[in-house]
């Protein structure tokens, strides 16, 4: 951590151009999961929140939303923080090029033009099916792929002031105030996307800085979330998915790039057995139309029903926390341990993926 004076220095002013709107807000009545009382768990005066911050639209789809689903149900009040509008994604779904399909007979810059307009929509449609109550747009733009030439727009996440950056979601957290906040890994070597990278940046910064007065002071009441939490697809999933899929049909999504792809199950703290939230994530995967074909056995290989049956848990890193954190032969089953008793999932212990004392002697 650096020093008073030298973040005196560093202290970005208030960015004059953007700041962080929202993009959808239902304003559903959000009340506390009965479950808080019940437990008998000391009801704190503020209301449970969690934040996630994403990339792109369609990454809150694919990383986290059956998790985010069950809380949204519990009375945890769900924000969701999308960096980018997406610009830079191309159309993976062929079939909207076909006669009568939005995509159809239009140039590849009437089709960006198309897809920029739709994108938000696709967004707001995922959003609600998952449950967030709240959608904050950062308002940078997609940097596209790695070493791709819109890198280099200066409005693109991936050039942003990294200090400005986490002024916009610090300004946000102090707003919400998610005593859980959820990001990237901070090894992104699978999917090296510089928005993915720059988002895990300004999330750590971010839960450092929300809860210091010295940064962003116009940036309103500080607040410190309790813990921060890294997403994560195990490696353990991964292979139950790809033996299922062989056995049952006889090919597999899953290629040898895949299979190679480094494995983070030794550093699983928290598993969530949300076997019957898999439609949260199956939902939002569709309403980004452009973004996902229905018919990816990727995506879609297995079913709701069959997933549940296979592997029914979401996994996470706790990465920080003010409140503790699971011994190393145990894991969390509530992104909450230690703040309050929320989930009611299914109550077996699924225990550790990985021994961790076994992963560092191997
Ligand atoms: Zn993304």
New binding site residues.
Partial sequence: MATGVRRVEHRPTRASNVTPHTLLDPGADVVLGSSVDDMGVEATSEELCVLTV???P??EASKGAPTLAAYHETGVRTVLVCCTGGEEGDLQNPRLREPGQPFHGLTPEQERDVMARVRPGELAESARIIGFDEVVMLGYRDSGMLDSPANDDPTSFHRADLDEAVGRLVTVIRRTRPQVLITYNDDQRGYP?P??VKVHEISVLAFERAGDPTWYPWAGPVFQPSKLYYTVWSKARMLLVHETMLARTGSSPFDEKWLARPSHDERITTRLHVGKYLWARTGALRAHATQVDPTEPWWFGLSDDELAEVYPYEDWILARSTVGGPADDDVETDLFAGIADVLELPVESPGRLVDPSQAAAS
């Fill in positions: 994403h990339a792109h369609d990454d996307h928005d993915h």
